[in-house]
Structure formats: C-alpha cells, structure tokens
C-alpha cells in the first residue's frame, strides 16, 4: 500500500489540494479550517469573515441536530460566496454531511498525523498507528456470520465494536476468522491496530481550501473526493451514480408505507432489518421463522429502532394472507427461496429473496415465470448490482477500456470452524423443525446444522459456491456480459474437514466459453487469498488488469502500474431504495431474478460437476446438459408433500 501521504503528492486532483491545504485559484487565504465542538458556550458566533451575522439555526439532516451554529471557522478575508456555501446549501447542507457521508461513511480510520481527519467515537477519537495506515475498512461480509476482524478494537465500547463485528452475535467466533476483505493488521498494514487517543478532545476537523470550497457545490465536492486516485492522479467519480448512497441524510418526499413480512430472522433477515430501518416508508408488518426464540431478538431490534412492533408467526404462509402486506423478505435458507417466492407472487406480493435466488435450476426457472406471470418485483440480494463503484466498473469493462477479456477468475478464502458430528434428535420445542425443513426432506433434526451450517449440506444449502461464489461470478459475468457457460469443470474436495459437512471445503471451477475462461476457488480453512484479498474478481485483458474486492476496483497497465483507482460506493441501501423504487415504477430491479437466475446457474453447475466427478456440457438456449443423465437428475429435486413447487 501506497503511503497516503505520497498518494496526496502525486494526485493532481482537487481533492487533493484540499488535503494537501494547497491554495486555489483566487483563494483569499490557504486554509480555513473549520472546528465542530462537542459543547459550544451559548451565545458564541463563528467569526465568518466580513460578515458576522449569525448562521441559521437549520438542522443539516434529518435526525442530526447540529446546525452551523455548532461551528468555528478560522480564517481571514473570507469572499461572502465562501460564507454563504458554508451556511447553507440548497439541496445539501454542506459541510456536515459532506463529513459524515463522504468521509466517515467511507473509512474508518485515518492518519492523524495528516491533520485530515480526527472523528470522535463514544470512547474517544479513533485513530491508527503510522503514516501509512490511510485506508477503507470494510464492514464484515454479510455471509459470514462467524467472522470477525483480526485486528482487537482497543478501548472502544460495545457500540464501537459493533462497526467491526457481525450482527449475528449468535453464530461461533473462533480465534484467526477472517472476513473478505479484512486486513489482517485491521488497519491496511500488518504493524498497524486500533488505538483510542485523546479521549477528552472535542474537535472534529476538516481541512479545506476556502476558495475550492466557495467554488463547490455538494456534488462538484464529493465526487471530486470519491475520485481520489493512485499513481497517475486521474480522477474517476464513483458519486457520479451515487445520489441514491445519500438519500438517508436527504430531505426526501414522502413515500408511502411498504409494509413487509420478513421470512429467517435468525442471521441475515436481521441485517437487513439494519438497513430497512433507514428507509421511513419501510414498515415490518411480520416476523416470520419457525424458531420462535429468534422473534424477540427481532422485534426488539425494530421497535428501538423506533418502529411498530410487528406480529409474529411461524409459518409465513399467515402473512401471505394478511391483504395489506406488500412484499415478501425472504432470508430463510436456500432451499425455501424459490417455494416461497413463487407463493408470495401467486398471493399478489412482491418479493425481496437473498442469494443465491434458489436451490437448484429448476426452482430459478420457475421463479421468473411466476415473477412474469403475476407481474411482481422479485428483486435478488446480489446488492453489488446497485453499487455505483460496481456499475461503473460493469461500464469500463464493456467499453473496452480493458481490450478484449480473455480470463476471469474469482475467490474467497477464510477459517470456518468444524460443526462436528451429531446424531439426529428431538428438536427443541421452541423449533418446528418440520416446518423449517419446509420443502426439503425431513432426515431429523441435527443439532449442528441449524441455524447456519445448513449451508454445507445439499438437503439445504449449496456450499461455498452458492453461498459466496454467487457474489463473484455474478459480478464475473455482469463484467463480461456473458450469459452461459458451454463447458462446466470442477475440481476439489472435502480435504480439511472430518464432520458433518458435506459440500467441498476447496473447490475450483472453471467455466468454458468459446473466447473466455472463467474461474471460481475458494478454500474454507485457509485464510491466505490472492493479490493480498481474501474475496476478488480479477479480469485480465489484452490492455491491462482490473481487480476489485468488491468494494471500489483498481486497473492496471501491461507493465503492473496503477492507471486508474475507484473507491467503494453504498451497495446496501442503494439496492434498496432500488427495490422500493421499482414497486413504484413496476419496472424490473438491477439484480431482477432472471438475471440472478443467470448468475447462480455458474454455482450450480460447479457443485453438479464437482459431485458427478464429470465434464458438463451446457446448453444455456434450453438450459439442459447434454449426455449426462447423472448430472441431469441434480437440475432438480424431489419435494415433501404439501411443500411442491407449483407448475405454472
């Protein structure tokens, strides 16, 4: 990684000079430097030039009290345009959530050695150690529940852990898991962790050049600041899409209720809780799981989130009949995604389902036609189709920016625990395990499969591959613009694990087309990824590389020098103010489920591979494998009575 401090050197671009603290053209004085204090004395006014009317006391957005008040400026001959943008913008109010949305949105710590940054956290300010240590830290992947940064927080409270853990504080933490995308020095470098300084400092700072800041308006400010790029100093905006990332800290007109009935609130259905929480039109109407131990957890979640309490039930089949319900959340296990969004389509509702869309080929096919046939919003969980950084990256690549692609591959590597080996008992009363099984065979009930080692066994799951895979060979394939494979290999095993475990522990796919190879791997006890990333997608092209770890993307040319650099960009709630977007338009979502259909066909194919040790040769037109009459019978699967997938 690139020092932050040569970064700032060698970019040319505007954002540069504001850190850097270089004048602008026209700039009256080099720097201004505005200071925001935790208690500002009553009746004490920022000196704001020539003029010093007071500010207007108007919040700077919804749920934010702090006003311009809560400001000082320090600067001299400040021209009155550089007064009036700081006071107030029309769409926008500047300075604040410029703060708050840009820069503490995008990373999580800074060098305070800069001067650039200094954010306050309820135990004090968080900063890193050493100069080089500038970096984006992502937030955990939402499909590992089991993971946690490597890096310690160290003397932060609860609520400063929470930004580095899981929401799942149910599922097993063991001592060396890792997230994709996790540094393992926590902070960009290996000598680098978590420190908290200073803990009765009241500043927040940001420096900016006055005339660059008289001259910006919120837009020209932060997608010049999201283009911050290394080694040639382009600029590439990933804001210029990003609009929708900012709609939380907006004036927003009203929109009317969505009311939801969410299906699995056990791991992801309340994660994505966190996130409908930031949309007021969203109304949770029903929690629905068959484990009644999980409903508590999720509606105090919600109602402290200062929402409704929503009823509950264990079969969501009763919120289906509830009229006034809007869409159906499914964040049940894979094999209930295609059952329940064909029936929640059929009762009228529209549909949220997670990745992957469904259980086997079959079940994706049948979900776009109930999608068509009823006319419903499915939209897929894939949120890296809303992400601007990901769009644009879909666009550089299709314009031929990079040449002609010739080779993708995409992976993931962690430390997942052992679930062991169990005999099949009662299930627990609070559990209707018949119910749970749902549409899958009913074998008994094992005590180490539920509520997330599902995933590794085929009545449930789709392993690795489905459950992580979906992710990289979706954007894989959004890359390429390809549709299907012709030509299906896979290779791996079961070679770490002794348990109950039956999907591939190491697994690598690779999918033929007549000019282009892609390749999937992943490895679930090793926590050494490639090119320094636990999750990528890296395409490799007749005029460079570009490498992404799923937030923001990096070209390189022939010679291995960095041409162009993109930042991450909100995927989350952009996919959904997506979604409520479309159930308005009734038009089809970024991640509509033929085309996840499309995506998840590359997992299921990999695993009909691996598990007939054979050659799949596929035909994408009518969706069928041609002479293989094993790896045919795993296009589909047999259903319990009462639990069949409709013909329609």
Known sequence: MLCP????????????????????????????????????????????????????????????????????????????????????????????????????????????????????????????????????????????????????????????????????????????????????????????????????????????????????????????????????????????????????????????????????????????????????????AWICDPDTQTWDPAVKQWTEAGRPAPQTTQDFRK??????????????????????????????KDVYVEKPCCHNPVEGRRMIEAARKYQRVVQVGTQRRSAPDMQALAEYLQSGKLGQVKFVRTWITSVRPSIGKVAVSAPPEHLDYSLWAGPGPDRGYKSNLVHYHWHWRWDFGTGECGNNGIHGLDVARWGTGVDAPTRVTCGGGRYYFEDDQETPDTQLATFEFPDLCIQWEHRTWSPRGLDGETFGVEFYGTEGTLLTNGRGWTVYDPKNAVVQKVEPGESDANHWRNFFDCLKTRSLPNADIEINHKSTMFCHLANIAWRTGSVVNYDGATETISNNPAASALLGRQYRKGFELPVL
């Not at 900063?127 to 590992?144: A, K, L, Q, V, Y």
């Not at 809007?326 to 329940?340: E, I, M, N, T």
């Open 5 to 284: 401090s040569k970064v700032i050197e060698n970019s040319t671009s505007d954002v540069a000079r504001v850190i850097r603290g270089s004048p602008a053209p026209g700039c009256v004085s080099p720097v201004l430097r505005m200071r925001r204090k935790r208690n500002r004395s009553p009746g004490v006014s920022a000196g704001f030039g020539p003029d010093t009317s007071p500010p207007p006391a108007t919040p700077f957005s919804s749920g934010n009290s702090s006003s311009m008040a809560d400001w000082s400026v320090d600067g001299v001959g400040l021209h009155p345009a550089t007064q009036t943008q700081i006071r107030q913008s029309q769409n926008h109010p500047a300075v604040e959530n410029q703060l708050d949305n840009l820069v503490q949105r995008r990373f999580r710590c800074f060098d305070n050695g800069m001067g650039l940054v200094r954010r306050r956290s309820t135990a004090g300010d968080v900063g890193c150690r050493g100069r080089d240590t500038i970096r984006n830290f992502p937030r955990p992947e939402e499909d590992f529940p089991d993971a946690r940064p490597l890096a310690k927080p160290g003397n932060l409270d609860n609520r400063d852990k929470s930004a580095f853990s899981s929401s799942d504080d149910s599922s097993p933490v063991g001592e060396a898991r890792a997230a994709p995308g996790f540094p393992r020095g926590g902070c960009g470098t290996t000598r680098s962790r978590w420190i908290s300084s200073d803990p009765v400092d009241p500043w927040t700072e940001l420096l900016l050049p006055e005339a660059a800041m008289s001259a910006w308006n919120r837009r020209h400010f932060l997608s010049a600041a999201s283009g911050l790029t290394l080694g040639s100093g382009r600029t590439s905006s990933l804001l210029a899409q990003d609009e929708k990332a900012q709609t939380e800290a907006e004036p927003q007109p009203k929109r009317e209720p969505v009311r939801l009935a969410l299906m699995g609130v056990n791991g992801r259905g309340r994660q994505l809780m966190s996130v409908l929480a930031r949309f007021p039109e969203a109304e949770i």
């Open 319 to 348: 919120a289906l009949d509830d009229k006034s319900v809007d869409v159906l959340v499914c964040a049940a296990p894979d094999h209930w995604h295609a059952l329940a969004t064909v029936w929640a389509c059929q009762a009228g």
